[in-house]
């Protein structure tokens, strides 16, 4: 089955850092990935949709510039928060969607998700 | 706009007893209807989709879902629920290609008491 990994698992860091969190394809090739962000006990907020080699879009309210996205590779997309602060401590979801799948019958659309990234910003 | 309403937030079952966990849904054409399951810290498990056809949809762990177009719903049921199966559970939409933003419910948290 797909597999999507995402890295670290978590993080703790400083006000004003950034970081960075990696999103991978294990097994296929993702043109598109999703980032999402979950607030404790609330459900995933779509933030962004990256495309490989093109720039992503942004759900409204989500700002850009704060939360860069890069598709460089068909397996990778990563996400830096940048100068984080505690507002910013969540955790961070990615999906990749397998064009290999679609068109076959059932299985178009779907989106497979990695375990998360928790970040916390002191 | 597509949303998904849960409207139980929160649902404790006997163990052994049956499920039913609620879904509506609000989307200009056909939906893709999707249930997942997440253990605490951990990332969404796909349980079961609908995309088109017969509307019973069968899926992992022993869940089932029912895709009801008059009612707008899409609710997942269990006829006996495991102490494993305590977790939160999404329901979300989506649509076609060109149109794969998923939209999550707030989702139910499931409690099994013995």
């Keep these: 089955g797909a597999v999507v990994s995402q890295h670290p698992s978590w993080v703790i860091c400083k006000s004003g850092t950034s970081v960075k969190i990696e999103c991978r394809s294990l097994d296929f090739q993702a043109t598109t990935m999703f980032w999402y962000r979950q607030f404790p006990k609330q459900s995933l907020m779509l933030m962004a949709t990256s495309n490989e080699g093109s720039k992503a879009t942004y759900e409204q309210g989500v700002e850009k510039d704060k939360f860069l996205i890069n598709h460089a590779s068909l397996t990778l997309s990563t996400l830096t928060v940048t100068s984080a602060h505690p507002e910013d401590s969540s955790f961070y979801i990615c999906s990749a969607r397998d064009p290999g799948l679609a068109g076959a019958l059932n299985s178009y659309n779907e989106q497979f998700f990695g375990p998360g990234t928790r970040l916390t910003v002191l | ?112 008491i013995p």
């Design chain 2, 1 to 112: 706009a597509q949303s998904v309403t849960q409207p139980d937030i929160h649902i404790t079952v006997s163990e052994g007893a049956s499920l039913e966990l609620r879904c509506n849904y609000s989307y200009g054409a056909t939906p893709y209807l999707f249930w997942y399951v997440q253990s605490p810290g951990q990332g969404l498990q796909l349980l079961l989709k609908y995309f088109s056809g017969d509307t019973l949809v069968q899926g992992i762990k022993g869940f089932e879902a029912e895709f009801k177009r008059s009612q707008s719903s899409f609710n997942l049921r269990k006829p006996s629920v495991h102490w494993s199966d305590a977790a939160e559970y999404f329901c979300a939409v989506g649509g076609p290609f060109g149109n794969e933003k998923l939209t999550f419910g707030t989702g139910t948290r499931l409690t099994i």
